[in-house]
């Protein structure tokens, strides 16, 4: 993976060259942002260049032995940890990145570094109730590896994808590397929600934010993707939000089964929360408890898309939004129920059913609480 793969980011990219070229190589890097922003292949990318022997022209060569095990991630000095669990697990059982690890190569091949938590748990098949994490067992393997002395790079490199499903024990664990590491050690976290990291790690970690695509950039990947027509190509990079994997379901039609049930989810709970229908909100609770965590999570995630689409429509700003279809048709209709006075209640509620879905809550109980509490905040305004 050489920065000449990155969709975009060429500022941010410039700096990552210029961090290493000084030597000015922090041990313990944070690099947040939203899978469809690329910032795992960004990381990848930054570790190759580190360990390139034969850089070039801002660039590693992709060519020496080093490039080439990395961008296959069968480095044996870089070590991957990544959320993982497994159906059917004995009580106790570690369940480990490395028993994972070709799973993981294969999507990261197949995708070009770029897919989301969703893509990685669907390829678990995890089930209704599971829910990748990375245990404690799991820092007690980087502590170890990391103790090692590195076989082939001059850095020994720790990625951790998604640091935000670590439970508290392996947090700790990790606490004590980031603060005194082994030299030539690089400790690199990829996190969506650095939010829900502990203070501890963020301040002993040097963040690396890696910003939405621009506009023009996800353009030209329309056309890459086989999008034709310049103004439908334009169109989609706005519609886009600055996220490739938004870009390419767009484009090409995936995943709009899943996208559609959603919606239609989000336009049943508003209708009868509107209606004042209690008995069927909780039936509307009941269906969304049957999905299983991502589809649950990905369902709160439109649901606060909508809303803010339907506030910005009721506030005027429309023209600067990103609904078409039967989407732009639903939120106009509905905009008038959205205003200032319960925006941001209603977002709050969104974000404490996902805090709590996250920490194992029963799914049936969250999702009736939350739509009863909707219910009340749905009003013409």
């Not at 899978?35 to 990318?45: D, F, I, M, P, R």
């Not at 669907?122 to 980087?142: F, N, P, V, Y």
Request: aromatic share 8%.
């Amino acid at each position: 993976m050489r920065f000449a793969d990155i969709i975009g980011q060429e500022e941010l990219k410039r700096r990552l060259v210029q961090a290493v070229d000084s030597g000015r190589v922090s041990h313990a890097q944070l690099f947040t942002g939203a899978a469809g922003s690329g910032a795992l292949a960004l990381a990848v990318a930054y570790v190759q260049y580190l360990c390139c022997r034969h850089r070039r022209d801002g660039d590693s060569c992709g060519e020496c032995p080093d490039c080439r095990q990395i961008a296959d991630l069968a480095h044996p000095d870089l070590h991957l940890v990544f959320p993982v669990n497994r159906q059917g697990k004995k009580s106790g059982e570690a369940v480990l990145s490395d028993s994972f690890l070709p799973q993981f190569r294969a999507l990261f091949a197949e995708r070009g570094g770029y897919f989301s938590p969703r893509e990685w748990f669907d390829r678990l098949d995890l089930g209704k109730t599971l829910k990748g994490m990375i245990s404690a067992k799991e820092a007690d393997g980087i502590i170890r590896k990391l103790s090692f002395k590195s076989f082939e790079a001059d850095y020994k490199t720790m990625l951790v994808w998604l640091p935000e499903t670590m439970n508290e024990e392996a947090a700790n664990k990790i606490l004590k590397i980031l603060e005194e590491p082994w030299e030539r050690t690089l400790f690199i976290l990829v996190s969506e929600r650095p939010d829900r990291l502990l203070a501890t790690i963020l301040s002993r970690t040097q963040e690396v934010a890696v910003p939405r695509i621009a506009p023009e950039v996800l353009e030209g990947e329309a056309v890459r993707l086989g999008v034709g027509d310049a103004a439908r190509a334009h169109a989609l990079a706005r519609l886009s939000g600055g996220d490739v994997l938004e870009l390419r379901r767009l484009a090409t039609g995936d995943d709009d089964a899943a996208r559609r049930d959603n919606f239609e989810l989000f336009c049943s709970l508003m209708r009868l929360s509107y209606n004042d229908k209690h008995l069927e909100l909780i039936g509307w609770a009941e269906e969304a408890a049957q999905l299983s965590r991502e589809q649950q999570r990905a369902l709160l995630v439109d649901a606060a898309r909508l809303l803010r689409e339907s506030f910005m429509l009721h506030a005027g700003l429309g023209r600067i939004g990103y609904l078409w279809g039967d989407e732009l048709a639903f939120c106009s209709k509905f905009a008038p129920f959205v205003g200032s006075q319960n925006i941001e209640p209603l977002v709050a509620e969104i974000e404490t059913a996902m805090a709590q879905l996250s920490q194992n809550g029963n799914p049936t109980i969250v999702f009736t609480h939350f739509a009863l509490s909707v219910s009340k905040m749905i009003k013409h305004l």
